[in-house]
């Protein structure tokens, strides 16, 4: 027995259109601005900026790669180039020899340090203040919902 589709009503059609709509240009201008205004894209940003609020500057590649939803081998990939730049470096984990710990070196700090207000900027101006208080906080508790509903108590995402 095969179950009938549940197609989108049109007031749910809009409502996914204007999401993929917004979520496309909207990630497509931040993007441009961080890059015109920092140099960084979207992945350094990322790791820097996770690195940044990390204890000591400090992660497990293992526990950066779960963070950013990317697999280890392509962080990996992605922090060797970083290191190229000098704004991150790789030491051994100290309590397991299999293990790396990346680490934001003086350069990267002052790099996001630099872009950060740039692209909260980029954010507010088009995002943010395009909104009420009560859509943001409307938002918030929507991608929150839909976040949870995807990822387990961890916050990691189902069967990785």
């Known amino acids: 027995m095969t179950q009938e589709s549940r197609w989108l009503s049109d007031r749910e059609q809009r409502a996914w259109q204007a999401y993929r709509r917004m979520f496309l240009l909207l990630n497509a201008q931040v993007s441009r601005d961080l890059a015109q205004q920092s140099g960084l894209s979207d992945p350094d940003y990322d790791v ?3 690195l940044g609020s990390s204890p000591d500057r400090r992660c497990r590649v293992s526990e950066l790669a779960e963070r950013m939803l990317w697999s280890r081998s392509r962080l990996s990939h992605h922090l060797a180039r970083m290191e190229q730049r000098g704004l991150v470096v790789r030491e051994e984990c100290e309590t ?3 293990g790396a710990v990346v680490v934001l070196t003086d350069l990267g700090l002052r790099t996001i340090g630099a872009a950060a207000p740039l692209h ?6 088009h995002f943010v203040d395009l909104l009420t208080p009560e859509q943001i ?5 929507i991608g929150e919902t839909v976040v949870e509903r995807l990822t387990d108590a961890e916050g990691r ?3 990785r």
């Open 137 to 141: 906080e409307v938002f918030a508790d």
């Open 157 to 159: 995402r189902p069967g």
């Open 96 to 98: 397991d020899g299999r």
């Open 48 to 50: 820097l900026s996770n």
């Open 120 to 125: 909260v900027e980029s954010v507010r101006r």
